[in-house]
Nanobody, 111 residues
Framework: QVQLVESGGGLVQPGGSLRLSCAGSGIIFSSNTMAWYRQAPGKERELVAVISSSSATMYGDSVKGRFTISRDNAKNTMFLQMNSLKPEDTAVYYC?????WGQGTQVTVSS
């Protein structure tokens, strides 16, 4: 059974940083393409970043240059380093792989 658990969300001021984590069981992160998505109230779910099994990365246009996706294979954990946060980054952030989704973690950017 695959389980993905996000953590690290919270309230941060504009310009601040947060680091999200996604811990998994029942799936080998290093063998799979994994991704972060986010969903803001009233909006569709949006792709944030992807990391392939070969560690190639891709980012959504709205976060390029500010967010970094990475993975610790030994810990079977994926990360999303978010810098220069903006109010429009406010959303629930989800990790996903192979059609499985975590429960999400709330990120709120507000002064």
């Amino acid at each position: 059974q695959v389980q993905l658990v996000e953590s690290g969300g919270g309230l941060v001021q504009p310009g601040g940083s947060l680091r999200l984590s996604c811990a998994g069981s029942g799936i080998i992160f290093s063998s799979n393409t994994m991704a972060w998505y986010r969903q803001a109230p009233g909006k569709e779910r949006e792709l944030v970043a992807v990391i392939s099994s070969s560690s190639a990365t891709m980012y959504g246009d709205s976060v390029k240059g500010r967010f970094t996706i990475s993975r610790d294979n030994a810990k079977n954990t994926m990360f999303l380093q978010m810098n220069s946060l903006k109010p429009e980054d406010t959303a629930v952030y989800y990790c996903t792989a192979r059609g499985f989704w975590g429960q999400g973690t709330q990120v709120t950017v507000s002064s």
